[in-house]
């Protein structure tokens, strides 16, 4: 059965870091691109950020660019999102997401709020 188990989230003031992680299991981790994906009140979901299967290559929406950096560690099945800088407008669930056979799949979601 494939689960994505995001964890991490929380309250953080503008300027801060919080480390997202998506544990991952029930499919050949190493195989498949990971996303993290984020939802904000009222938005629909935009994508953040793309890993490859071997974490070579990585791709990241303008908004989060040079602020987010996405990594995975294979042996251990799980994608992080690093998170710096961030600002009120981060303010979002966050979700990790892969395709297989066309099928997406999908955490629970992770809360993150930036806020004073």
């Known amino acids: 059965q494939v689960q994505l188990v995001e964890s991490g989230g929380g309250l953080v003031q503008p300027g801060g870091s919080l480390r997202l992680s998506c544990a991952a299991s029930?499919?050949?981790?190493?195989?498949?691109?990971i996303s993290w994906y984020r939802q904000a009140p009222g938005k629909e979901r935009e994508l953040v950020a793309i890993?490859?299967?071997?974490?070579?290559?990585?791709n990241y929406s303008d908004a989060v660019k040079g602020r987010f950096t996405i990594s995975r560690d294979n042996a251990k099945n799980t994608v992080y999102l690093q998170m710096n800088s961030l600002e009120p407008e981060d303010t979002a669930v966050y979700y990790c997401?892969?395709?297989?056979?066309?099928?997406?799949?999908w955490g629970q979601g992770t809360q993150v709020t930036v806020s004073s």
């Open positions: 029930g499919f050949v981790f190493r195989n498949y691109a």
């Open positions: 997401n892969f395709e297989r056979d066309r099928r997406p799949y």
């Open positions: 890993i490859t299967g071997a974490g070579i290559f990585t």
